[in-house]
């Protein structure tokens, strides 16, 4: 069974404190796997795919990088509006369309 | 603007009722989904479709039913046998299998 462990749950930092989230997955076969971010009362936006270990993706403040078990989300100088719900999921090889959620970290950027 | 639609935003249901949630998209995408969101949980897959007139059930399939008759809609019913209906139901689309799911904005489901 494919499963996706999201730390830590909250995580709280002052503006320009820059730090990192985790994801570790446990899948058979990854096909991608990619980060959203959700605001309160909101649907997810989608943020990044990656596919194979060592790949690194960038989109402002955060930059994602994957190893063969784990994808870190590094968030550079970060700012009240980053504040959000980061959730990470995974699609294995053979699923075709199902997406394995995290319970997502739940970030806090205090000015 | 292309993107997926929800509606309502907010719903309200008594016990022992049927209620249909709305999705739509212009993305033109084949595939489309619907997902649950509780607090303190993972996003769960309830109905998904490939293409028209054709779904399969996901993990929590049970006391919901869908239906996909055109490309850009995939409404979803909460029929009262679902047992605990109260949470945050997401639609999400995409191009192909191997593709990032793109997300509506949510319709929030209370059951009275």
């Known amino acids: 069974e494919d499963q996706v462990t999201q730390s830590p749950e909250a995580l709280r930092l002052q503006e320009g404190e820059s730090s990192s989230l985790n994801c570790s997955y446990t899948?058979?076969?990854?096909?991608?796997l990619f980060w959203y971010r959700q605001d309160p009362g909101k649907g997810p936006e989608f943020l990044f795919t990656l596919y194979s270990a060592g790949e690194e993706k960038e989109k402002e403040r955060l930059k994602a990088t994957l190893t063969k078990k784990e994808s870190f989300l590094h968030i550079t100088a970060p700012k009240p509006e980053d504040s959000a719900t980061y959730l990470c999921?995974?699609?294995?090889?053979?699923?075709?369309?199902?997406?394995?959620f995290g319970k997502g970290t739940l970030l806090t950027v205090n000015p | 603007d292309g993107g997926i639609t929800q509606s309502p935003k907010y719903l309200f249901r008594k016990e022992g009722q049927n209620v249909t949630l709305s999705c739509e998209q212009n993305?033109?995408?084949?595939?489309m989904y619907w997902y649950r969101q509780d607090p303190g949980q993972g996003l769960r897959l309830i109905y998904y479709?490939?293409?028209?007139?054709?779904?399969q059930k996901g993990d929590i399939a049970e006391g919901y039913s869908v239906s996909r008759e055109k490309k850009e809609s995939f409404p979803l019913t909460v029929t009262s046998a679902q047992k605990n209906p109260t949470a945050f139901y997401l639609c999400?689309?995409?191009?192909?299998?191997?593709?990032?799911?793109?997300f509506g904005p949510g319709t929030r489901l209370t059951v009275l």
């Open positions: 899948v058979s076969g990854l096909r991608g």
């Open positions: 999400a689309s995409s191009s192909s299998w191997a593709n990032e799911q793109f």
């Open positions: 479709s490939q293409i028209v007139n054709d779904f």
């Open positions: 993305l033109n995408h084949d595939a």
């Open positions: 999921a995974v699609q294995a090889g053979g699923s075709n369309y199902k997406l394995t």
